[in-house]
């Protein structure tokens, strides 16, 4: 199965982005095709970089509410969305939701 993680940002060690990053690592192991979509311009999580887990950044998907960012990170994700044809889109945190 193709699955695609979403959330706002992977720059930062905390609770949401280690849940993802452990979830990611381990729908890989059990062998499905997962890629991570985060907000920002790095994946600062150690293993989800170890594991060899695709990541996609959205530079403009941000926490703050900004009418052009959230366009713009809109329509960036539609594109990545329409390449990678998931079968399911897991979405974490309120604004990758």
């Known amino acids: 199965m193709k699955i695609v993680q979403l959330i706002t940002h992977m720059e930062e060690v905390g609770g949401a982005q280690m849940h993802v990053g452990e979830l990611s690592v381990?729908?890989?192991?059990?062998?499905?095709?997962?890629?991570?979509?985060?907000g920002g311009t790095a994946c600062e999580i150690p293993f989800v970089k170890k594991a060899d887990i695709p990541v996609i950044l959205l530079k403009d998907l941000r926490r703050s509410i900004s009418f052009m960012s959230d366009i713009r990170s809109l329509g960036n994700l539609?594109?990545?969305?329409?390449?990678?044809?998931?079968?399911?889109?897991?979405?974490?945190?309120?604004?990758?939701?």
């Not at 381990?26 to 985060?38: E, F, P, S």
């Not at 390449?83 to 974490?92: G, M, R, S, Y």
């Open 78 to 97: 539609y594109l990545a969305l329409k390449k990678l044809q998931p079968d399911l889109i897991a979405c974490h945190s309120s604004k990758a939701g």
């Open 26 to 38: 381990r729908l890989k192991q059990d062998g499905h095709d997962t890629w991570l979509v985060a």
